[in-house]
């Protein structure tokens, strides 16, 4: 089959890695493209908002599957335009894209379908929000209802910090129209943990657990970015604990979707804290988490594009997932200065020791340990035959082992031998899990 992706980060190289794999897959294409991906998908320069050219451009080309990878063309209605279009596609619908993007209705749906998650009231009202806090009197958490690219959040530890929080959100407008309304909730303690589960619109099945890094600096210090780096899978949490997330949170919140007459079609991201025995939803996401995508492309073993063509023609028991129980780690390389400002066209060196023909001691013992490297390429461009940064999160080197711990080592050993000026990354991806393990 033909297939198009839709972005052109991290986590649509993975995918079109992947992608590039299956058997199934004879054409490949990739909006914007970026020098990872053009090695093996086709470039479209079409932006991935510009919805009514790429239908034209999927019809003209008679692509059989589209796969949208960002949040922000499924809130903009691609599925819909595409499903209208009689063109298949891999994304809920904007309505069903709504458990994303407003997290009000996530709320609602999450209790209407009986799904655990922290105690929340909504506001429109800041002096309403300011005086609930006030009245609460611990901590919260206050969160913008809209999108706001994973900023609109902020754990409070008591009402003055809440109130400045609603302050940002309410009347400076930090996050712009996504903070018209904030809610409040319950600030709960545990372990957070992402769960994606491939749904089409009535039924789903499991894809996996993967853990993100969202602070910049080790220990979970500093802002919070985008995702510096994951692991797949989670120790701990087995199949036994993805068959309770499958029957607690991602079936009731399908049925009660599609009781909304707005059934959800797509990949549910579920983010989750886990205490004791206990799980809450914090919140939906609509489309693979990025950097979680790249460790999970990296284990997956099935033909991706029959897939998601089966999630996506509502056959989801016909969807073959295997997956390999090995581990697999993401390094994310940032830019100097990101998560705040940084410079872009900055000279990327040493991928060739990664990825060129030439043999070396690293790719010779890799080989040996059946370790499998690739560094999916986040922000690049090619300038004058050189291959620079473009962008905030710059690479995203990935590591799959027998083991998290040979994993951890093999996705810093490939990351040492990259570098560009000011790059910096975490070095303390995948700890955690190892620490709580013992
Ligand atoms: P969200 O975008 O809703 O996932 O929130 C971003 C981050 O804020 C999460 O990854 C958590 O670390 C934290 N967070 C969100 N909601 C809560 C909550 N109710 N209690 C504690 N931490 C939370
Ligand atoms: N890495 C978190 C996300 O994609 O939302």
């Known amino acids: 089959m033909k297939v198009l992706v839709v972005g052109n980060g991290g986590r649509e190289h993975a995918l079109c890695w992947r992608l590039n794999q299956s058997p199934s897959v004879w054409g490949l294409f990739c909006t914007g493209g970026n020098p990872g991906i053009n090695q093996i998908a086709r470039p479209v320069p079409i932006a991935p908002d510009d919805i009514a050219g790429l239908v034209s451009f999927a019809a003209a080309e008679r692509i059989d599957l589209t796969v949208v990878g960002p949040e922000g ?10 499903s209208r279009a009689g063109l298949k596609i891999f994304g809920p619908t904007r309505a069903a894209a709504q458990l994303e993007a407003s997290k009000a209705f996530a709320k609602a749906v999450m209790r209407e379908a009986g799904v655990p998650t922290a105690d929340f009231v909504a506001f429109t009202d800041a002096d309403a929000a300011r005086r609930h806090v006030r009245t609460l009197g611990r901590p919260c958490v206050v969160k913008a209802d809209g999108l706001a690219l994973g900023k609109g959040v902020a754990v409070c530890d008591g009402p003055e910090e809440a109130i400045a929080a609603i302050d940002a959100a309410m009347v400076d407008r930090r996050f712009g129209a996504a903070g018209a309304s904030v809610i409040i909730e319950e600030r709960l303690a545990g372990e957070e943990l992402s769960f994606f589960a491939l749904c089409d619109g009535a039924d789903a099945v499991a894809l996996g657990f993967a853990q993100d890094h969202k602070a910049v600096f080790d220990g979970d210090r500093g802002p919070n970015t985008g995702g510096m780096g994951a692991y797949s899978p989670v120790p701990r949490y087995g199949d036994a604990f993805a068959a309770r997330v499958m029957d607690e949170v991602v079936r009731p919140t399908l049925g009660a979707m599609a009781a909304r007459g707005t059934p959800f079609r797509g990949v549910m991201f579920a983010g989750l804290m886990v205490a004791g025995d206990r799980i809450n939803v914090l919140e939906y996401n609509v489309r693979f988490g990025d950097p979680e995508c790249e460790a999970l492309m990296m284990r997956f073993e099935s033909d991706l594009a029959e897939t998601l063509l089966a999630i996506a023609e509502g056959r989801a028991r016909d969807a073959a997932i295997r997956l390999s129980p090995r581990a697999a780690v993401t390094v994310v390389l940032a830019s ?18 990664l990825e060129g023909a030439e043999p070396s001691p690293a790719k010779v013992r890799w080989a040996m340990d059946k370790i499998r490297i690739k560094a999916f390429h986040a922000a690049t461009a090619m300038r004058a035959a050189t291959l620079v940064t473009d962008g905030g999160r710059v690479l995203a080197v990935t590591a799959m082992a027998d083991g998290l711990e040979r994993a951890i ?18 070095r303390d991806i995948g700890r955690r899990a190892l620490a709580g393990a013992q």
């Open 73 to 82: 063309p499924l809130a903009h209605g691609i599925a819909d335009e595409f």
């Open 409 to 426: 080592a093999a996705a810093y050993e490939a990351a040492d031998l990259i570098h560009f000026d000011g790059m910096h990354c975490r």
């Open 336 to 353: 100097g200065g990101y998560p705040g400002d940084y410079r872009k066209g900055v000279p990327i060196g040493g991928l060739e020791r």
